[in-house]
């Protein structure tokens, strides 16, 4: 019998690179010097936006904000010109449309509301694009990538859980940014990106079967943040999106209906917010006037009726300011586009282009994971934090704010070939959860 042939002296057999085990320390040895310089520079813009979502930090490093968006920005320049020079000019080209697109928004605001044009406003909603562009340039193992971003999402949620006391019981910070003041129903509290945090929440619920000792403490500090944030909202939806991520995991055969009973009530809760800039008599926050955010809801919603009469089709533009903004409605109440979820989207965009992000985030979840996918904790999170993003954005606008970092990571895992696509087809081969850039880096 022949023997098999060794393999060529000094060469260390490579390992296989999952998705869903194995030691991370290995993977990271088996990189090439630019795969490892690619997860370099993916861990320092995770950290610069970790940094910048910390909105308190200002508190006690007054120029934390602006650093974290200088590395943000720093990495994704970078990395556009690395996407040229390897020959990836797809996502610059994506980049350069959505910087036209964010442009565009802040000058059409500049000429409805003859306000001050500030294009420098828009680059606050650059983060979660540069993070999808460069792991979608990045060449590293979405295992690595995943792991990354959720080590960052550890940090940032234990850093809200130690410096919220601190936000919560002194009176003179209500002013700081992230500082939500007391209502007369909640207490004064730090604002929470809620997403990060949901992502190590889904995680430790995709990994209790295989770690419970790693998955118990993680899922514990993310409700334990989540309580502090005192979002009842953001914990009513984490809480049903939970259920059904519980129920997909033991009962696999309801992983084919259940996004689409979240896209039925999402497009239906969206539908009826938005006929009220149609038929003015219908107001959605109605049902919800017995509570305090609710009521403030209702009468900012009253204010946005009456400027979509008159820009029903492309909305207003992208506010420059908040005292802009506030100018320009006239309200005697605060008002904050943000707070009106879809409707919101409306206000800015317009009702033909809201329904076509509403489609498009309805096309994300609908990704319902397979099998072999459901066995892979980092991207089953991942799924679940977008389906939880997504939901979240008929109530609060700024759902898309950390949570369109993970709809645009969805985006990433089918455009680096690494996930099946139930919506429009599927591959015959198996999962494949490191793209073929990153098995060879």
């Not at 194995?22 to 950290?47: C, E, Y």
């Not at 420059?320 to 586009?337: A, C, G």
């Not at 943000?338 to 809201?354: C, K, M, N």
């Amino acid at each position: 019998m022949a023997r098999a042939p060794f393999p060529p002296r000094g060469t260390p057999p490579r390992r296989p690179v999952a998705a869903g085990g194995g030691n991370i320390l290995w993977d990271i040895s088996g990189l090439s010097l630019a795969g490892k310089l690619d997860l370099l520079a993916v861990a320092v813009l995770v950290a610069g936006y970790c940094l910048h979502m910390s909105l308190t930090m200002s508190m006690f490093v007054p120029a934390a904000t602006q650093i974290g968006l200088v590395i943000e920005y720093a990495v994704l320049i970078l990395y556009v010109g690395l996407a040229m020079l390897r020959g990836r000019w797809l996502g610059a080209a994506i980049i350069a449309l959505y910087f036209a697109f964010l442009l565009a928004q802040v000058y059409h605001f500049h000429l409805v509301a003859s306000a001050q044009f500030r294009p420098l406003v828009m680059l606050s909603f650059f983060g979660p694009v540069a993070l999808a562009f460069v792991f979608q340039v990045a060449r590293v193992p979405l295992r690595l990538l995943l792991g990354t971003l959720l080590l960052g999402c550890v940090l940032y949620t234990v850093y809200y859980i130690v410096s919220e006391p601190i936000v919560s019981s002194y009176r003179g910070f209500e002013a700081a940014a992230g500082v939500l003041a007391s209502d007369g129903e909640r207490e004064q509290r730090a604002y929470l990106a809620s997403q990060l945090t949901a992502f190590v929440l889904f995680f430790g619920i995709a990994s209790i079967r295989r770690r419970p000792l790693v998955a118990v403490p993680l899922i514990a500090i993310a409700v334990y943040a989540l309580y502090l944030s005192q979002s009842r909202f953001v914990q009513a939806v984490v809480l049903v999106v939970s259920a059904v991520a519980i129920a997909n995991m033991l009962l696999p055969v309801t992983r084919r209906w259940t996004g689409w009973a979240l896209v039925a009530v999402l497009a239906t809760l969206s539908l009826w917010s938005l006929y009220g800039y149609i038929d003015v008599t219908t107001n959605p926050y109605e049902a919800f006037l017995a509570d305090s955010s609710g009521r403030a809801r209702y009468m900012q919603y009253l204010s946005a009726q009456q400027i979509m009469t008159r820009h029903l089709w492309f909305g207003v533009g992208l506010p420059t300011s908040t005292d802009e903004l506030q100018y320009f409605v006239h309200s005697q109440h605060p008002f904050f586009y943000t707070d009106l979820g879809v409707s919101g989207l409306a206000f800015v965009f317009g009702i033909p282009l809201t329904i076509l992000i509403l489609s498009v985030l309805c096309i994300t979840m609908l990704a319902v994971p397979n099998r072999l996918l459901a066995e892979q904790p980092l991207v089953m999170a991942l799924f679940w934090t977008n389906q939880s993003g997504v939901f979240g954005t008929f109530f609060n606008f700024t759902a898309i704010g950390s949570g369109g970092l993970f709809l645009g990571l969805m985006l990433v895992l089918w455009m680096r070939g690494d996930a099946l696509n139930p919506v429009f087809g599927s591959r015959s081969e198996q999962l494949r959860l490191t793209s073929r850039r990153g098995a060879e880096a």
